[in-house]
T-cell receptor, first 116, second 111 residues
Framework: AQSVTQPDIHITVSEGASLELRCNYS??????LFWYVQSPGQGLQLLLK??????LVQGIKGFEAEFKRSQSSFNLRKPSVHWSDAAEYFC??????????????FGTGTRLQVTL | DGGITQSPKYLFRKEGQNVTLSCEQN?????MYWYRQDPGQGLRLIYY???????QKGDIAEGYSVSREKKESFPLTVTSAQKNPTAFYLC??????????FGPGTRLTVL
């Protein structure tokens, strides 16, 4: 069975500093990979996704992520964090070729705190 | 205005009651999903539906039921058999094997 690990439960960075959130997955097939962000009490918003092609993907709000097959990783990065980036971030892995439904497995999330 | 709506935003249930959470979408997506979110556990799949009148159990279906009578609607009933229903419930939709988009969620609390 597939699994997703986000090893950092909580990260604190200063505004303007760079950010990297780690995500490792265990999968027997070619995965779909996603990063979502969630503000308190809200739903999840898609930041970016990787299906195929260029392994460095750009997303919204200045985020990017790099797929490294050899390391089974899909880490999220941002060169300069803004106070509004404080939220919880979820990495997710999806199955390909399952008909019309895409079943996702989520990591347990990383809570980002930004200090001014 | 396109999107996914969930209602109510907050829901309180007494012990032994069934409650139904609403999820409606006007994105014309075929697939719909229900997730449960607990602190520190990420999201866990309860049920999903690929087409009207068809749905499958996810990883934690016990104590829950769903229906899919219309493409736009996928209500979730939390039954009295669910022993620990207090959680944040999220509905999502997708078009084929594509990205899932999430609604704003319903917070259910058992009194």
């Amino acid at each position: 069975a597939q699994s997703v690990t986000q090893p950092d439960i909580h990260i604190t960075v200063s505004e303007g500093a760079s950010l990297e959130l780690r995500c490792n997955y265990s999968y027997g097939a070619t995965p779909y990979l996603f990063w979502y962000v969630q503000s308190p009490g809200q739903g999840l918003q898609l930041l970016l996704k990787y299906f195929s092609g260029d392994t460095l993907v750009q997303g919204i709000k200045g985020f990017e992520a790099e797929f490294k097959r050899s390391q089974s990783s899909f880490n999220l990065r941002k060169p300069s964090v803004h106070w509004s980036d404080a939220a919880e971030y979820f990495c997710a892995v999806g199955l390909i070729n399952t008909g019309t439904a895409s079943k996702l497995t989520f990591g347990t999330g990383t809570r980002l705190q930004v200090t001014l | 205005d396109g999107g996914i709506t969930q209602s109510p935003k907050y829901l309180f249930r007494k012990e032994g009651q069934n409650v139904t959470l609403s999820c409606e979408q006007n994105l014309n997506h075929d697939a719909m999903y229900w997730y449960r979110q607990d602190p520190g556990q990420g999201l866990r799949l309860i049920y999903y539906s690929q087409i009207v009148n068809d749905f499958q159990k996810g990883d934690i279906a016990e104590g829950y039921s769903v229906s899919r009578e219309k493409k736009e609607s996928f209500p979730l009933t939390v039954t009295s058999a669910q022993k620990n229903p207090t959680a944040f419930y999220l509905c999502a939709t997708s078009r084929e094997t594509d990205t899932q988009y999430f609604g704003p969620g319903t917070r259910l609390t058992v009194l």
